[in-house]
């Protein structure tokens, strides 16, 4: 069964702190990796990794996609309050266009 | 904004109803994509429609179904409902069948 798992469940910081946010994942016929930020309701893309796109910064975030090992991180420099949310990892599979998330990393970033 | 619309935002029905849920992707998307968000199951995949055809399927009831119309506004009919169904909907849209999704601000239906 394809499976997409996130760690930790969540995590409290303080502003300022860095954080690394993991995804690992068991999927046949991987595609394409996915990070969405959730804070009141609907999920907002933040980045997309395929085997062509390893790496992806913007800003504070950065994420990197290790396909030897499975998995993806993201990482967080600085943090603000305003990240203060639901981080979800989602993982796309060739031949399907459906997406399987992870069930998400709370973080709670305190002032 | 991400530009994906979805009605109603908040529905209350009782059990044994039948409700439709309404989504129109952002301008030039063809892809639809239909997520059940509960707190225990997290994000789950229900149905894919690219153009008017249903391309993907995850684990959806039979009780739902879904459909995506030729102006690409897609609608998810869930029926004879029970108190598990309660959950959010979401609707994502994504410009080819592979693309990044982009979410609505979903729909929170709650079966009493």
């Known amino acids: 069964e394809d499976k997409v798992v996130q760690s930790p469940l969540s995590l409290v910081v303080h502003e300022g702190d860095t954080v690394t946010l993991n995804c690992s994942y068991e999927?046949?016929?991987?595609?394409?990796l996915l990070w969405y930020k959730q804070e009141k309701k609907a999920p907002t893309f933040l980045f997309m990794l395929?085997?062509?796109?390893i790496e992806k910064k913007s800003g504070r975030l950065s994420s990197i996609l290790d396909k030897k090992e499975l998995s993806s991180i993201l990482n967080i420099t600085a943090t603000q309050t305003g990240d203060s949310a639901i981080y979800l990892c989602?993982?796309?599979?060739?031949?399907?266009?459906?997406?399987?998330f992870g069930k998400g990393t709370k973080l709670t970033v305190n002032p | 904004d991400s530009g994906v619309t979805q009605t109603p935002k908040h529905l209350i029905t009782a059990t044994g109803q039948r409700v439709t849920l309404r989504c129109s992707p952002r301008?030039?998307?063809?892809?639809v994509y239909w997520y059940q968000q509960s707190l225990d199951q997290g994000l789950q995949f229900l149905i894919q429609?690219?153009?008017?055809?249903?391309?993907a399927k995850g684990n959806i009831l039979e009780r739902f179904s879904a459909q995506q119309f030729p102006d690409l506004h897609s609608e998810l009919n869930l029926s004879s409902l029970e108190l598990g169904d309660s959950a959010l909907y979401f609707c994502?849209?994504?410009?080819?069948?592979?693309?990044?999704?982009?979410f609505g601000p979903g729909t929170r239906l709650t079966v009493l």
């Open positions: 989602a993982v796309g599979q060739g031949g399907s266009e459906k997406l399987v």
């Open positions: 301008s030039g998307d063809l892809s």
């Open positions: 999927v046949t016929n991987f595609r394409s």
């Open positions: 395929t085997s062509s796109g």
């Open positions: 429609y690219y153009n008017g055809e249903e391309r």
């Open positions: 994502a849209s994504s410009a080819t069948l592979i693309g990044e999704q982009f």
